[in-house]
């Protein structure tokens, strides 16, 4: 039987896509890239991670403890936020040894994905679903969209609301949006439902949940000739509220080091 690779797996997998990306990619890049290199099918894709990070994918989990081995052998960074490059084009992947091995359950969890668990925790089990769609509301509010109306009305496929996008103060996209706290994969049936309740009735759809969508689902939200569905995953709300600082506290710490040119060329100027 067919399984998730690991993260000592997928280091090289990882180097190679950013490599064939041109030496940097997001995570979503390279993750897609891996995805096609390796042919990985969907029922490995699309399971879920079991423990700690609930609302993502196991592929999605080790692939970011790759990540986070490749940059601390110094093989990668992440100048930008979610942006990746290479910093070393090489064939020599860096493996830890096997007493690291054993202790990868004891290590930090990579990409700050400890304050992301305790979101999901918090979205999926503490806020409640009214609170939640509040929240969606907010946030499309703090991001540019206008008329944002929480409807909620049963047996109207899911809708939860309705909003405008105006683009550059001309353009307008009327946009329906879904939004669902899950823990899981949101599937290819959630899709389509939501698409029909949608039909005739808005320019784009917007489907938001705290947990991830599955391969055949992400295929059919950008389906040639339907309506087009954006999606957002457990990942990139978390993304978003910490970008518009929403019921997260980000802390920036201040770094001092000496400019010693700066003082040499004091010297010189004597």
């Known amino acids: 039987m067919a399984k998730v690779p690991n993260r000592y797996e997928l280091q ?18 390279i993750y897609e ?8 099918p969907s029922e490995i894709v699309d399971l879920p991670h079991g423990k700690g990070a609930a609302g993502r994918t196991a592929l999605d989990y080790e692939m970011a403890w790759a990540r986070t081995y ?11 936020r979610g942006v990746w490059t290479l910093l070393k084009v090489s064939d020599v992947v ?4 096997k007493e690291d091995a054993k202790k990868q359950h004891d290590e930090p969890v990579p990409d700050e994905e400890s304050w992301k668990d305790n979101l999901h925790r918090v979205l999926t089990q503490v806020l409640t679903p009214k609170g939640f769609e509040r929240l969606i509301q907010r946030m499309l509010r703090e991001s540019g969209f206008v008329q944002v109306e929480v409807t909620g009305q049963n047996g109207d496929g ?16 009327h946009v329906f949006f879904q939004c669902k706290r899950y823990a899981g994969a949101v599937g290819v049936e959630k899709i389509r439902d939501f698409r029909g309740a949608m039909e005739g009735r808005a320019d784009k759809g917007l489907f938001i ?6 391969r055949e689902a992400e295929k059919e939200a950008t389906r040639d000739g339907a309506r087009p569905i954006e999606l957002v995953d457990g990942e990139h709300l978390a993304e978003k509220l910490r970008e518009l600082r929403l019921g997260l506290k ?9 400019d010693e040119p700066w003082f040499k060329a004091i010297s010189e100027s004597e």
Do not use: C, H
Not at 33 to 40: A, D, G, P, R
Not at 162 to 170: A, D, K, Q
């Open 70 to 80: 490749l940059k601390n052998a110094g093989k990668i960074d992440a100048p930008t």
């Open 94 to 97: 860096y493996l830890p040894q």
């Open 250 to 258: 980000v802390e920036t710490i201040e770094r001092v080091s000496v």
């Open 209 to 214: 949940t705290t947990g991830y969508f599955t």
């Open 158 to 173: 899911g809708i939860d609301g309705r909003g405008i996008v105006r683009l550059n103060g001309f353009l307008t996209f």
């Open 12 to 29: 090289d997998p990882v180097l190679k896509a950013l490599k064939q990306l041109g030496g940097s990619g997001t995570n979503e890049e």
């Open 33 to 40: 890239k891996v995805i096609e290199n390796l042919k990985l």
